[in-house]
Every structure is written in C-alpha cells, then in structure tokens.
C-alpha cells in the first residue's frame, strides 16, 4: 500500500468533500480517502498495481478540482 497526500485547491464545502471522497474512494485499489477542506489536503491510501496515482489525480481533476 502506497501513502500520498495530494495539495487539492477548489474545494471549499461539504460537496466538495463528497465529490473527491465518493469518487477517489469508488477507484479499484484505492483502500482509503480523506480530504482535509481547511488545509486543501487530500490523503489517499491505494495499491499501485492496481491503480496508479495519475488515475486518482485525474478522478479529483473530473470533479473540478485541481491538483497542485
């Protein structure tokens, strides 16, 4: 299991929240995910061989958001 915190700017509310989490978290692969709206944070837990991080940048990115 791979550890990454991604730098997340857009998010603001609880959608926000909703969107990254549900979305990230529907990912094979991807065991855990918390978004900490205050610090524009979002803390992913995944296995690499079965999903690769540019595959969760890119389902945060769908949503509206942008990873820094």
Request: net charge negative; hydrophobic share 35%; proline share 0%.
């Amino acid at each position: 299991m791979e550890n990454v915190t991604l730098n997340v700017s857009g998010m603001s509310c609880g959608h926000c929240v909703s969107a990254v989490e549900g979305n990230v978290g529907k990912l094979a692969g991807v065991e855990s995910v918390k978004v900490h709206l205050e610090s524009g944070k979002v803390d992913v837990t995944f296995e690499n061989g079965k999903v690769s991080l540019e595959k969760i940048k890119e389902t945060i990115d769908d949503q509206g958001y942008d990873v820094e």
